[in-house]
């Protein structure tokens, strides 16, 4: 049975649909899910449905199995929604999950041009960037995320990290917080751009080294709620409109 | 005579002339069409309009001759409908077809450099994007499809495919419905950007596998309307507006 | 004596000003002038005001020497107007004159990269484009056309055609209407954006051939209308509030 | 003691914050100080906030140490605010400082490209731009300037310029005043965005030479107000709401 939610948590997770679409991360498609508060073993993500229509009645509970709990018969779910059952259940650290087709991220999923930290804001890029190449684990296929195993092997090239591209398709990013998940995607795409015409320009790049980019993760750890606060009451000022 | 059309097919080509201005694939010039519903050998298209003032209003029946069936005497038509008619004689399995200037799109006509496939959302260009070339047909021409024989050698240049460029002007795509028709221009252009950025990059770009593109455009069989029912309700709140 | 000029005609200017910047050819710098329409020796300009904010109060009478007619005591004019003034002394043909700083167009004229056609819709830059050298004419000077024979040089830089380029400083577009000008403006900043996308595909571009270019021209003549109607309509709308 | 300011200098600050926000300067983060009018030995600077929040109770007074000066309790501060207190203290003719991870600007700290003046309205980038290489000076770090030597290796670096990059991590813009602070933080984004596009386009860019750029600047002097005015203008309708 669907375990009780604060309605504040559940309002949070709205908030991050509509953000998501707002700064470009998420258009139609995409998702982002908590892991349920209550219960590790549960996850909370919106039906079968564009993030810019999400609302509270929208959310639904699934095990780590990505089965429904309780939700509407008339409710229709995400084919991929086992990328985020899979990955809660590898990363008990992870409490938030976004899977997305950001738009600048997709060259670097195509080529074998790493996706790396340019500055301290993406900072949690530094440890690298796996890319997940479907092709090795199910040949030629439609390219969706759309079982368990699947879900599972993409678990696995994520591994221990924060971001993983997934070569012809998008990307899924993880943290231990909702926000902290939804700073990682706008940063994430910002970097993609800003490596292009880095690129452009010739030359080496001089990344952010391993411990910087791990010390300036600490700093977001302080600072990625600003962010958060003011675009969450921009979303909510759309939502009340 | 002009055959009776149900209201809301008419709505939704009105609708679309407004999503494809707001998603960046048309400005004050190209258009969309569909196959009449009740009658394969006639188009419905807007009259000779900027696709921003588009209403019911302004739907024009036409043969596949591209000759106004009972068009109010006031009303111009577009010099380059002859697209729309030569497509729809010579695919019968396509219902809606678009022309347009789509910005990012024409760097790719105008080089040897081929649009192809980078992800699952633009899966439907994996069989390849033909690129036409008024000069082999017209020799020194003003670069309009503005007749039959030309319309024609564009549909023959299109051949099977749901995309083909037309160098120095613009692009046509083709859809068995009206909807996805919207959905490809919309991604078509999507995926231009994002594979001038891979290029930049360097070193050769994964494309999507012919069976991968195969199976992926089933999956958009069945997730397109997502993105047509955001994009329709936002254009309706911006006519009612 | 100021000529008396028919209010519609100086409405359309305050509009073309808010068009160029809601298009991103003007910000707060750049200006649209037009041969006065009773008197081919006088031309109409805004006083020294961001374009955003021009009113038909501030559209000023010039002579060609670029002297105002009786314009209010309180009124600044434009350290630049001889743009206009010369241009129109020099080139009969020419009813309107836009200079801006229009941002993509910036890069071809700080390289020996020429901007060329890529397509129909900025086929008036198929006869080329020259690039004026201020070096050449005021040696080492703050760049701008602050005098008559300055203006006079770069006059001679377009000659006989509708786009110069100001190395390091912006360009120049003429027409023989206020709405051709506005729409030349429109979609050079365009061309000159897929420009660079296209070299950055690698490979030769193949532009408008000159006949094409010719030929294509008389089509915008007949077509541009389309764009500054609906372009016009929104800015009145900002305007009227 | 916090000293008396007169409110439309507070109120110029606050405009100031969200200017920078409209034209893609800063984001969440990053901020705009001026020197105190009434001391020089102090400056003013919103508290630790996003800089689309920043109203007039926000602003706080802090000595050339940065410690603040009689601010309410419950206020943070920004843990950079050091870049503004030793630039003041090192560049007597420094009246107003900007840091931001303006976006396409970072690509040029992380490479060996330098960033120059392609024209006239970035003309203070032509005395050159420095890059601060924190790893000089901190080894490995969060790459924050967060307490008074950096601050004061960061404004060693700058010396006499008016715009100094920081690898990984953004940049800081002084003026003599604040509109001129806010003007020079728009144009270096905008130059940033036209140098990576002009080299793509190949082959050598031709600068401002060194006493262009200074001429320039001197145009910029007087001219940069009317940018300021219209940025105002639609800061305080927003304001105002």
Same mark, same amino acid.
Not at 31 to 36: D, L, P, Y
């Given at each position: 049975m669907a375990k009780?939610?604060?309605p504040s948590v559940i309002e949070d997770l709205v908030v991050a649909n509509r953000v998501?679409?707002?700064?470009?991360?998420l258009d139609a498609f995409g *998702?982002?899910?908590?892991?349920?508060p209550g219960d590790a073993e549960r996850y909370l993500l919106g039906r079968n449905l564009a993030p810019a229509l999400v609302t509270a009645k929208d959310i639904v509970e699934y095990d780590l199995d990505s089965n429904p709990i309780d939700?509407?018969?008339g409710f229709a779910h995400f084919h991929e929604r086992f990328i985020h059952g899979e990955i809660y259940r590898a990363r008990p650290d992870v409490h938030s999950v976004v899977h997305s087709h950001s738009p600048n991220i997709i060259p670097f999923g195509v080529?074998? *041009?790493p996706l790396r930290a340019l500055y301290h804001m993406s900072s949690f890029l530094a440890p690298g960037v796996p890319v997940y190449e479907i092709r090795d684990v199910a040949g030629m296929s439609n390219m969706l995320i759309s079982n368990g195993p699947l879900g599972k092997s993409l678990a696995e090239t994520l591994g221990e990290k924060d971001v993983a591209l997934m070569r012809g398709h998008g990307n899924v990013i993880v943290a231990r917080t909702l926000p902290m998940a939804v700073f990682r995607a706008v940063y994430t795409e910002v970097n993609a751009r800003l490596q292009v015409q880095a690129t452009s320009l010739g030359g080496p790049i001089n990344f952010l080294a391993p411990e910087e980019g791990e010390k300036a993760m600490q700093v977001l750890e302080n600072i990625h709620v600003r962010a958060w606060d003011i675009w969450k009451r921009a979303a909510l000022e759309q939502i009340k409109g």
């Open positions: 009780p939610v604060d998501l679409v707002s700064e470009g991360v *998702h982002v899910s908590i892991r349920h939700a509407p018969p080529t074998g *041009h």
